[in-house]
């Protein structure tokens, strides 16, 4: 079983839409979570920690469910820069970040 | 502020020649990662540094790799001979302590014909 698995999906939304995706993590031990995006061709770049009261960002809200040990990110009011690919990230040791293979979100005009 | 840099951007040689990739971490930060990405795998960690000393290279492939760190704001990774199946993206990340979220570099991408 993989550490984080994801639903590669793609998501293909409409500008304006909300969109939701979860990913789930095998290990019960795991204190940090992570959303990272990554465009095409590009680096991941971290988008918001995940902490266990859930928390918000903008359009961006994340929650994270320990008892069924998954994470979640919802993007609302989405946006055409919103394209990218989500990757969600666990760590495993103190310094070992599992990732997930990714989220492909699609936001057309 | 400057971010993780990595040079080169993009690297092209042939299998058998030696490929050294650089990175500068954010200053300040004490943990770097080199990881490398690939359709088939995704994103692997290669090797950690905290306070310039490997930790863990576990996820090195083999022993044409080698990666050091001379002092806090320089890391290289070698490959030597290089073959075609080493062409990926190669990432240096780094992070104020080893808990603390990564930053990435742009990436090296690596060609191997």
């Known amino acids: 079983r993989k550490e984080v698995e994801q639903d590669p999906g793609p998501f293909n939304v409409p500008e304006g839409a909300t969109v939701a995706f979860n990913c789930t993590y095998s290990?019960?031990?795991?204190?940090?979570f992570f959303w990272y995006r990554q465009d095409c061709r590009k680096e991941p770049k971290l988008l918001m920690s995940?902490?266990?009261s859930g928390n918000e960002d903008g359009r961006f809200t994340a929650q994270l469910n320990r008892a069924s040990q998954y994470i979640s990110l919802l993007i609302r009011d989405s946006k055409l820069s919103d394209s990218a690919t989500y990757l969600c990230?666990?760590?495993?040791?103190?310094?070992?970040?599992?990732f997930g293979a990714g989220t492909t979100v699609t936001v057309r005009a | 502020d400057a971010g993780v840099i990595q040079s080169p951007r993009h690297e092209v040689t042939e299998m058998g020649q030696e490929v050294t990739l650089r990175c500068k971490p954010i200053?300040?930060?004490?943990?770097l990662f080199w990881y490398r990405q690939t359709m088939m795998r995704g994103l692997e960690l290669l090797i950690y540094?905290?306070?310039?000393?490997?930790?863990?290279d576990s996820g090195m492939p083999e022993d044409r790799f080698s990666a050091k760190m001379p002092n806090a704001s320089f890391s290289t990774l070698k490959i030597q001979p290089s073959e075609p199946r080493d062409s990926a993206v190669y990432f240096c990340?780094?992070?104020?302590?080893?808990?603390?979220?990564?930053?990435f570099g742009d990436g090296t991408r690596l060609s191997i014909l």
């Open positions: 290990n019960s031990a795991s204190q940090s």
């Open positions: 540094f905290n306070n310039n000393v490997p930790i863990d």
């Open positions: 990340a780094s992070s104020l302590r080893e808990s603390q979220p990564q930053h």
């Open positions: 200053s300040g930060h004490n943990s």
């Open positions: 990230v666990v760590n495993r040791d103190d310094y070992k970040l599992s």
């Open positions: 995940v902490y266990s």
